[in-house]
């Protein structure tokens, strides 16, 4: 089971994003402005089908943590994935696994807009997945990314408290006041 999640992100928008959490003429700019730079072949019902994926995950999640869930959740991949170039997010936050609150955390095995157009559609809270990494055959198709490159099939993460992600970025430095009084 790796040690460490990492959350891609684009430095000049900020960590910890959710794009189904902007109006809907504020994700259409986002999703142009990603077809335009990075991203071509985005299907026009992306958001669409980001959101209804979207509900689908908070309803499985809510259930699978046994709590109700108010907020869009920040999206990370199992393992370092920090290595993988992606210019539409080309920043990476890697943090420990263990700092963020186990209550408040699922997976999916794969992309989660994928899974949850999947006949067999699952959440998986922390400790099953920890379970399933005891049993490698039940993960051995989902690669961990290293320094020799991504895989194309991962392992997601949700995690359901965007504040205890926030509270781990780094802090910008104070600049230190040059007048004297």
Request: with cysteine; charged share 25%; glycine share 6%.
């Amino acid at each position: 089971m790796p040690e460490v999640v990492t959350h891609r992100y684009d430095p000049v928008h900020g960590a910890c994003l959710n794009l189904c959490s902007l109006p809907d003429d504020e994700a259409m700019q986002v999703l142009e402005s990603l077809r335009g730079k990075s991203r071509p072949n985005l299907k026009p019902d992306y958001l669409e089908r980001r959101r209804a994926a979207e509900d689908w995950l908070l309803q499985a999640a809510s259930c699978a943590l046994k709590r109700p869930l108010g907020e869009k959740p920040v999206y990370f991949f199992l393992g370092d994935f920090s290595y993988c170039a992606d210019p539409s997010r080309p920043a990476a936050l890697v943090l420990p696994l263990s700092s963020l609150p186990t209550n408040s955390i699922t997976f999916t095995l794969g992309d989660s807009m994928h899974v949850a157009e999947q006949p067999g559609r699952k959440v998986w809270k922390l400790e099953e997945i920890d379970e399933l990494f005891g049993r490698s055959e039940s993960v051995e198709g989902f690669g961990l990314s290293d320094r020799s490159g991504c895989q194309s099939q991962f392992i997601e993460m949700q995690v359901w408290e965007r504040t205890s992600v926030l509270a781990q970025l780094p802090q910008p430095q104070a600049s230190e006041s040059t007048h004297k009084s």
